[in-house]
């Protein structure tokens, strides 16, 4: 099974930066897509950035050009790099994996505990 830990939440103001890491360990064949979902209150959860394990990614539109995913391979560990913070960035923020526990397996999906991202005007 895997595990995510989540870290790099916090307060800051609007325009400020946060850069938020997602630690994946646990008994596993491969990671394939990592990602970053958002959850605020009222509000369904939702896509932020994902990033497949050859590097490709992908935003939601409110995000691109301010927000940037990326992954250490060699350590399970996707980041989200969040640049010129708006309050409606504010949410709770969940890390998510699909991952196989053997070679020919089916994948599996994983969620971390979240963190959250609170951003004052």
């Known amino acids: 099974q895997v595990q995510l830990v989540e870290s790099g939440g916090g307060l800051v103001q609007a325009g400020e930066s946060l850069r938020l890491s997602c630690a994946a360990s646990?008994?596993?064949?491969?990671?394939?897509?990592m990602g970053w979902y958002r959850q605020a209150p009222g509000n369904q959860r939702e896509l932020v950035a994902v990033?497949?394990?050859?590097?490709?990614?992908n935003y939601t539109d409110s995000v691109k050009g301010r927000f940037v995913i990326s992954r250490d391979n060699a350590k399970n560990t996707v980041y989200l790099q969040m640049n010129s913070l708006k309050p409606e960035d504010t949410a709770g923020y969940y890390c998510?994996?699909?991952?196989?526990?053997?070679?020919?397996?089916?994948?599996?999906?994983?969620w971390g505990q979240g963190t959250l991202v609170t951003v004052s005007s």
């Open positions: 646990g008994s596993f064949f491969s990671i394939n897509r």
């Open positions: 990033i497949t394990s050859g590097g490709t990614t």
């Open positions: 998510n994996s699909r991952y196989q526990l053997r070679r020919w397996s089916r994948y599996l999906e994983v």
